[in-house]
């Protein structure tokens, strides 16, 4: 009978826990409920994704965290892929896909960032861009999706 009632509250103790994690993830935010920090939680998107949202406008992303300072703004309008890497003459490079081009930015100064090389591929998307360096060489491999014209 003792082993019973335990298995009871066994199977009770999982149901609560389960319909409790159910209810907290398929909670809605309201509109006209609490905002900012009282709704965010672990599992919210961080990410802006409505129609009207365009990332052409830095002013229009007002996400922050104290220890980050603003230093500058890239105005190229890519869908850009970016990796960050220093180079063997000892300045740093950002090297950024974009539609149709690869762009290599000098970051090293970073109020002050400068284009100094391009790749451009009519009639592709590069999707992803990467630098390596390997036996005393630098490469700059790059994947492109062919689209239409």
């Known amino acids: 009978m003792e082993q019973a009632a335990l298995r009871v509250s066994a199977i009770l103790l999982v149901v609560v ?14 509109s006209d409920g ?3 920090s009282e709704t965010a939680r672990l599992f919210d998107d961080p990410l802006l994704q409505d129609e009207g949202h365009d990332h052409r406008n830095a002013s229009e992303h007002q996400l922050y965290t104290q220890n980050i300072e603003y230093v500058g703004f ?7 892929e970016i990796q960050v890497a220093e180079a063997p003459d000892g300045r ?10 690869m ?5 090293t100064d970073p109020y002050n ?3 100094v090389g391009s790749y ?17 060489r ?12």
Do not use: C, H
Request: cysteine-free.
């Open 138 to 149: 630098e490469y700059v491999i790059i994947q492109n999706q062919i689209i239409d014209p």
């Open 92 to 101: 740093t490079y950002a090297y950024q896909a974009g539609w149709n081009k």
């Open 113 to 115: 960032m400068s284009e």
């Open 17 to 30: 826990a389960v319909a409790a994690t159910a209810a907290y993830l398929l909670e809605g935010n309201d």
């Open 34 to 36: 609490p905002s900012g």
């Open 103 to 107: 762009r290599i930015i000098d970051v």
């Open 120 to 136: 451009s591929d009519p009639n592709t998307q590069v999707l992803d861009v990467k630098y390596i360096e390997f036996d005393a």
């Open 74 to 80: 890239n105005p190229n309008f890519d869908n850009a």
